[in-house]
Structures are given as C-alpha cells and as structure tokens.
C-alpha cells in the first residue's frame, strides 16, 4: 500500500521563524497523527486530530485537518533549534498505521 | 517507567544468520507492532499485534516471524539474514487494539547491518 506524502521533503528555516509541513493522506480516517524524530531517536508522538476536529493545538503547534482534500498541515510557531528534527504524518488504515516519508526540518541559528 | 525497551541497540551479522530483535513494554499495552526505516522510505510496518496470541502481517512481512506469548513481550525473528534487511527497526505500543487509534510509544530503535 502506498504511503501518504508529506511535502516538503526539506525544510530550512531560520531561528524564530514558522514553519509549516504539510500532508497528503489515502483514505478516509479516523484520525490522523503527527511525529517527531530527533536523530538516532524513535518517534515521539506530537499531536493526534480527529477525524471531527478542524484545528488542533499544542504549545507552539498547531494542526489542522481538511478532509474534503484529504490533507493536514502541522505549523511549529517561533522556531528553535531544538525543533531539527524529522516530522511524520501518520494515518490509520485497518489495524495499521501508515507512515509518511516526513519531513526534515532544520533550524539554523 | 522505561516505556518501550529495544535490544540490542547495534548488530552486525553475516548473510545467512538468524537473529531475534527483542521488544518489551511496561505500560501494559495491547496494541504492539514492528516497523523498518530506510532512508527515502519512511517507516514501513512489517508485523503487528492486537493483543496476547494474537499477530498479522504488514507491509513487508517476508524473512520475519513475530509472536506474542505475553502482553509485555514482542520480538521479531529474522529467520535468514539478506543484506536488503540492513535497516533501523523500530517497535512501538499504544493502549488500544482495536478500533480508534491511541499515540504509538516507540523505542529507541535497533540498528542492524548484515553484510
């Protein structure tokens, strides 16, 4: 099964700034998750966003969800450098959950 | 509460071998599964299980067995090493299996080259 995109792939941004990644999903969810994951770590769940919900927020992130698009986009307000990391959308098909490829972020001082 | 413990953090092994990848939590989770992350490929799900007993296939199941003996307990056998299973394996848990989807807990991954 393919998985769901996340665009972009790369991300660079300076200190401070907002960044937005954004994700493409298959099928019709129940909900949909976002992960983080700092180099030679596992994932770290950030944010899950039901299938009802519109927006999310947690901190300085914030989700939200168009189903009617199938998408979702996660924004990282005020970044900092200890926000380099991989982010990962994840969408729930069956009893699986399904991976996009991520996106890396980079926070330059 | 250590969450999810992978072992062995590194493994090298020779083409032809046969190792297992263990996994254990103790959050008391139902839910457990199995992923490979290769660069350019995100992370792909290679078994799961919903609960004690019970275990069903992924995405690229070929050249592993897992089973589940124990609610704490989820190793994956990798029955004869092939140099395109050199990746990083991931095990994660969550509350529920079944379903509505709870946040995966991971672990710290094991790394593992087989030349």
């Known amino acids: 099964s393919q998985q769901g995109e996340e665009d972009p792939q790369a991300l660079s941004i300076q200190e401070g700034e907002n960044a937005t990644m954004n994700c493409s999903y298959k099928?019709?969810?129940?909900?949909l998750q976002w992960y983080r994951q700092n180099s030679g770590r596992g994932l770290v769940h950030l944010i899950l966003?039901?299938?009802?919900?519109r927006e999310k927020h947690s901190g300085r992130l914030r989700v939200t969800l168009d189903t009617s698009k199938k998408s979702s986009s996660l924004l990282i307000t005020a970044s900092r450098a200890a926000d380099t990391a991989s982010y990962f959308c994840a969408e729930k098909r069956a009893q699986k959950l399904v991976f996009g490829q991520g996106t890396r972020l980079t926070i330059n001082p | 509460n250590a969450g999810v413990t992978q072992t062995p953090k590194f493994q090298v092994l020779k083409t032809g071998q046969s190792m297992t990848l263990q996994c254990a939590q103790d959050m008391n989770h139902e839910y457990m599964s199995w992923y490979r992350q290769d660069p350019g490929m995100g992370l792909r799900l290679i078994h799961y299980?919903?609960?004690?007993?019970?275990?069903d296939q992924g995405e690229v199941p070929n050249g592993y067995n897992v089973s589940r003996s124990t609610t704490e307990d989820f190793p994956l056998r990798l029955l004869s090493a092939a140099p395109s299973q050199t990746s990083v394996y991931f095990c994660?848990?969550?509350?529920?299996?079944?379903?509505?989807?709870?946040?995966?807990?991971f672990g710290d991954g094991t790394r593992l080259s087989i030349l």
């Open positions: 299980s919903v609960g004690a007993g019970i275990t």
């Open positions: 099928t019709s969810i129940n909900n």
């Open positions: 994660a848990s969550s509350p529920t299996g079944t379903g509505g989807f709870q946040p995966q807990h």
């Open positions: 966003i039901r299938s009802n919900e």
